[in-house]
């Protein structure tokens, strides 16, 4: 094995979360490209709609795949590279509470998700819509010094307020597009004058947190026609993704993940509304009428193929998503809105071990790895000799039980490996010096190249 992790050094504070995250089941938020493992065709796939977005396109895709089949993470991988490639990202999942509409607000619920996970290169973690929007307002004040503007010149603020107002027009045309601008030029304006309420205020609007016009005008001291809801927050963020090409950005991208919640609706009219809503957005991107945006949702085969409430149940949607007959005969079509994922292969699922072998002993501090080639490889075959492994068994599966297992054999000196390799399936280890012990299988044993893989 290579203990050195390709002699790549993970920051402290990332490995910790990260490994913390993973031994319990849930999908850091960074770090995620130190485990990717497999995955290659679906990563470039999605990296090519990057493209086509930072070209003025956009995009809609559904990442379907079993709960723990790895859709969370490489949602959150796609993010990071797009970060990178500067691009401005939000994510939001769903939930009871928050859907793509609904007359309680659980629509707009997701959109104020979005604006609060709003995320760029320099605020990767959230929150950075005030950084979003203050980055032209600095590039501005850079480009007016640079012309021999400088601030201390009379000059100076109106003719910063003038290329404002001048860019921001070019948003008016689009709906609601008027009010946006006009928000957008008050919060630039306050923010030049010092003004923090009425900043505050602007950006209050733009997080669609006021319930009421007569609200929204008495915070912001003018008349608005409308305010961010239930019925028109997609439309907003088409306007955020026009904007963010202005800003300097790449484009937005939007993660909406657990849609298997709207699967769950038990009112099939409110079902019905929300995959009506989907079917918009899916249509908007895939027809021109949204700029510099991509949407990427993650769901369950049951959300996307059930006749009865899934996606097929709506047969506007059975029809642009359900696979052609050159599909159905077992042809990987990575160009379809749908990406199917695939489970990881034998040896994927150890070079995954492999990797967190790693990263548990550089957190840890140990010079040598905490379990041998050997070991490693009697735990992998236990795993994948299951009954119905071959289907069923799944990254977070594995990652949780093999972390498990070092984290207990860390705490406790009197345990030992093969030990508890018996005891966690109430049959006998294979004794890691080669020497099988006998007891009931749960099923044949598989080989897999243990050292066939380099990470």
């Known amino acids: 094995m290579d203990f050195q992790n390709n002699g790549v050094r993970v920051p402290k504070r990332i490995l910790n979360t990260l490994l913390s995250s993973l031994t319990a089941g849930v999908v850091p938020r960074s770090g995620a490209p130190y485990i990717a493992i497999g995955r290659g065709e679906e990563i470039a796939s999605l990296l090519s709609n990057l493209d086509e977005v930072r070209e003025g396109g956009a995009f809609t895709r559904f990442l379907i795949g079993r709960y723990g089949s790895g859709k969370s993470f490489l949602i959150q991988l796609i993010r990071g590279y797009a970060l990178e490639r500067g691009f401005i990202c939000a994510d939001a999942d769903l939930s009871p509470e928050r859907r793509l ?26 929150g950075a819509l005030p950084t979003v929007l203050s980055r032209y307002l600095a590039s501005l004040k850079t480009e007016l010094s640079a012309e021999g503007i400088l601030p201390e010149d009379e000059a100076f603020l109106p003719e910063m307020k003038k290329r404002i107002y001048k860019t921001l ?19 630039y304006t306050a923010s030049i004058e010092g003004d923090e309420d009425k900043k505050s205020a602007a950006l209050r609007f733009l997080r669609g947190e006021f319930s009421t016009k007569t609200e929204a005008q008495a915070a912001l001291g003018f008349r608005v026609s409308a305010i961010i809801d239930d019925d028109n927050w997609y439309g907003f ?40 809503k989907l079917l918009s957005i899916f249509n908007d991107t895939l027809q021109g009428k949204a700029r510099s945006l991509g949407v990427i949702f993650g769901g369950t085969p049951q959300f996307l193929e059930d006749n009865r409430r899934g996606l097929f149940s709506y047969e506007a949607l059975k029809s642009r998503l359900a696979d052609t007959k050159y599909e159905s005969l077992g042809y990987h079509n990575l160009s ?4 199917r994922l695939r489970r990881l292969s034998d040896n994927e699922l150890l070079a995954l071990v492999r990797r ?12 040598e790895p905490p379990l041998t080639d050997t070991q490693i490889e009697a735990f992998m075959q236990r795993a994948l000799s299951r009954a119905g492994a071959e289907e069923l068994v799944t990254p977070r599966e594995i990652i949780r039980d093999y972390l498990t297992l070092l984290n207990i054999l860390r705490d406790n000196k009197g345990a030992s490996f093969d030990s508890l390799l018996s005891m966690s399936t109430g049959s006998e280890a294979t ?23 380099d990470i």
């Open 336 to 339: 379809s809105p749908v990406i």
């Open 356 to 367: 967190l072998t790693v990263l548990f002993a550089e957190r840890e501090g140990l010079s």
């Open 431 to 453: 004794d890691t010096d080669g020497e099988e012990h006998k007891g009931k299988q749960l099923g044949e044993k598989r080989k897999i190249g243990l050292f066939d893989i």
């Open 169 to 187: 027009s070019l948003l008016e045309g689009d709906v609601g597009g008027f009010d946006f601008a006009r928000v957008l030029g008050e919060y």
């Open 101 to 126: 509409t609904a007359g309680s607000g659980a629509g707009l619920a997701t959109y104020r998700e979005l604006m609060i996970n709003m995320a760029s290169k320099a605020s990767p973690d959230g």
């Open 237 to 276: 963020v088409k306007l955020f993704a026009s904007l963010s090409v202005k800003l300097g950005y790449s484009g937005l991208i939007l993660f909406i993940d657990e849609c298997v919640n709207l699967y769950k609706i038990p009112n099939r009219i409110s079902r019905e509304a929300n995959y009506e």
